[in-house]
């Protein structure tokens, strides 16, 4: 199947090239890093972790939105989304790869980062991380491959798939979960001491994730010459509301809690982010910004007469992905250290050679994304064209 | 030669099982036999006791002796900084204790701070390679060649104790002190209470190098040693201890 990916038409090849100059492009920046070390980053000495761990964190929850697709069509039976699961589990396994990928640009020695598997820790909830992130990347990559292949022989999946199907539900999950845990246990960072993380990180991931994939089938439907169906996306999209109403009643929940209870230990991080702190408020536009996203997009997609124009809705998932981008992918990890447990407010600024790298592993990421939606396409495409042809 | 399926297999076995037959029969021989030097300094439990009422203003000489006996680099930008010991005013070190109406002299008291080596060390329990671990005395240690720089610990810890490295050290080290490894760029460093010094019988650098005795040494455990009769006669408290890492640096005040 994979020489499906190897024939395209000329948007297909110009849009491989540019992803495959940006990829390049932070490899050569990562190369200066790597001679350089860390610092070349805007990391510091207070702000220990900046945009990679932040992205790791964010597109954790894209890679466990597939359960999104998966749970109503094999446990609920919801034939609409039998089209899409395989996109659903191919947008994971390409979100893992980019997950793994900004871990180890984080790392100050990554030569030996086999280190986690030679010396396993189990009460280091990284150690974890690394199992159950590599599980999932397993378990997507065969199934989305074996139903793909199945689909392509119009041969019905073998019997063993199913059990890697249900597994996955709950592996979904506890990719999340744990990844909240890394955040949440950690006792000098009061910002993220709260049992509502991982709660806030699934709601937030259920409805960034299947608003990345109502885009990616409306790009397909427009540029591929595959649709979804009206129904799966118009399903899609109420899941994406009622995970979006969820993530910012979290968010209201923590707000809650910290402005009313008037800790300062609390407060004053969610003070950084909202209202700036003593002079400092790098992050207040991009917050607010989020905010207004984040309630724009859920008043779009509540109005069924909004979410089902097509156009809209592209606008509105836009709107959400953007906004929980912001909230998780550059918020919630730099926050947690501002102000730091001496009290003392550094700023972080992300460098260029930092943002050139995160490009680059976007744009792997990326790149995978597009060869495996290549394929996909191209063995729908196929089936339907013997289908037609037996027709006649 | 020809290889049939069979004898691969049964090469391929072998193979394998001398690749595991190590790991299994190891623990029989690998016991560690930890030596212990009869001048060696040793403890239950070691703490510190820090009086900053003592200290002259301005003073820096525990921190010099320390930075320059473990071959702390000077970057000379606090982004990339590295630091075993320093000092904060009382604000930063005790947030919660601190209020408008705290007399001039303890708000401007700057205090000697470091790593706490906490009995429930939350940097020990997150570290993904235990390239940061705890000895049985207490003093929580880091393995420079096992540390991947993830820089979990540098979250975990609720006291800003740890420094990365986030670039190579070495051109910044003013004088390179034979006795004591440098680090390379990349792993996270910390205050280990002088490990080194204390098996050779002598008591941490910052601890010597200080001629108003402000920082007293020893064993916790022992009720009749100097740190424990000192603790036990003057009020003291300890950062952030309801965080329940059981902090070891007393601050006397």
Not at chain 1, 32 to 51: A, E, N
Not at chain 1, 212 to 232: M, N, Q, S, T, V
Not at chain 2, 169 to 197: H, L, M, S, Y
Request: some cysteine.
């Amino acid at each position: 199947m994979l020489e499906k990916a190897l024939k395209g038409g000329r948007g297909y090849w110009v849009w491989i090239a540019f992803l495959l100059i940006v990829a390049a492009t932070g490899f050569f920046f990562y190369l200066r890093q790597l001679d350089y070390g860390l610092g070349i980053t805007g990391m510091s000495r207070d702000v220990s972790w900046g945009l990679y761990i932040a992205q790791f964190t964010f597109l954790v929850g894209v890679a466990a939105s597939a359960v999104m697709l998966v749970l109503p069509y094999y446990l609920h039976d919801y034939k609409a989304f039998g089209k899409i699961t395989v996109l659903g589990e191919f947008l994971a396994v390409s979100a893992v790869i980019m997950c793994v990928l900004f871990i180890f640009v984080d790392l100050g020695q990554p030569s030996r980062v086999m280190n986690v598997l030679l010396h396993p820790s189990p009460t280091s909830i990284l150690f974890w991380d690394m199992i159950v992130l590599s599980g999932y990347l397993v378990i997507n990559i065969f199934t989305g491959w074996v139903i793909l292949s199945c689909n392509r022989k119009e041969i019905p999946p073998p019997g063993w798939v199913k059990p890697l199907i249900y597994l996955s539900i709950p592996w979904a999950v506890s990719i999340h979960t744990v990844t909240a845990f890394i955040y949440a246990g950690l006792p000098g960072r009061s910002f993220w001491l709260t049992a509502i993380m991982a709660p806030r990180f699934l709601a937030s991931a259920f409805a960034s994730g299947p608003a990345l994939l109502i885009i990616f089938c409306l790009i397909l439907k427009r540029y591929g010459r595959f649709d979804a169906g009206e129904k799966a996306i118009q399903a899609l999209s109420k899941i994406v509301a009622y995970a979006l109403a969820t993530s910012i009643f979290f968010v209201l929940v923590e707000l809650f809690t910290a402005f009313y209870s008037q800790i300062p230990e609390h407060a004053r991080h969610f003070q950084y982010l909202f209202a700036g702190l003593e002079g400092h408020h790098n992050l207040v536009p991009w917050m607010w910004t989020s905010a207004g996203l984040a309630f724009t997009a859920l008043a779009m997609l509540i109005v069924p007469q909004i979410r089902r124009r097509e156009g809209w809705l592209a606008v509105a998932c836009t709107a959400v992905f953007v906004s929980l981008w912001i909230e998780k992918g550059l918020g919630l990890v730099i926050t947690g250290f501002i102000p730091s447990p001496l009290d003392a407010i550094t700023e972080y600024h992300p460098t260029g050679t930092e943002i050139a790298i995160t490009l680059g592993v976007w744009a792997i990421g990326l790149m995978i994304l597009t060869l495996f939606y290549k394929i996909f396409i191209s063995v729908q495409n196929d089936i339907e064209g013997t289908r037609f042809k037996n027709n006649n | 030669m020809t290889t049939n399926r069979r004898e691969f297999l049964k090469i391929a076995g072998a193979s394998a099982l001398t690749l595991v037959a190590p790991a299994i029969l190891c623990p029989a021989w690998a016991k560690e036999n930890v030596i212990t030097p009869s001048r060696a300094l040793t403890a239950q439990r070691w703490g510190m006791a820090v009086d900053p009422s003592k200290c002259r203003a301005d003073c820096t000489d525990c921190i010099t002796a320390c930075h320059a006996v473990h071959n702390v680099p000077n970057f000379g930008n606090p982004k990339d900084e590295i630091k075993w010991i320093w000092t904060e005013p009382f604000a930063s070190v005790f947030p919660a204790e601190d209020h408008t109406y705290q007399g001039q002299s303890l708000q401007k008291l700057r205090m000697p701070v470091l790593c706490n080596h906490c009995t429930n060390p939350p940097c020990v329990r997150v570290c993904p390679t235990k390239a940061t671990f705890q000895r049985p005395d207490g003093i929580v240690m880091m393995d420079y060649h096992r540390c991947i720089g993830c820089r979990l610990c540098m979250a975990a810890c609720p006291y800003g104790a740890r420094s990365m490295n986030y670039r190579e050290p070495r051109p910044f080290i003013a004088k390179i002190n034979p006795d004591f490894p440098t680090r390379t760029k990349g792993v996270v460093e910390k205050c280990n209470f002088c490990e080194e010094r204390l098996v050779k019988g002598l008591l941490p650098a910052c601890v010597e190098a200080c001629k108003e005795k402000a920082l007293v040494f020893g064993d916790m455990e022992n009720t009749r040693s100097a740190i424990r009769r000192l603790i036990e006669s003057r009020f003291n408290l300890r950062r952030r201890a309801n965080l329940g890492t059981n902090p070891q640096i007393y601050y006397i005040l």
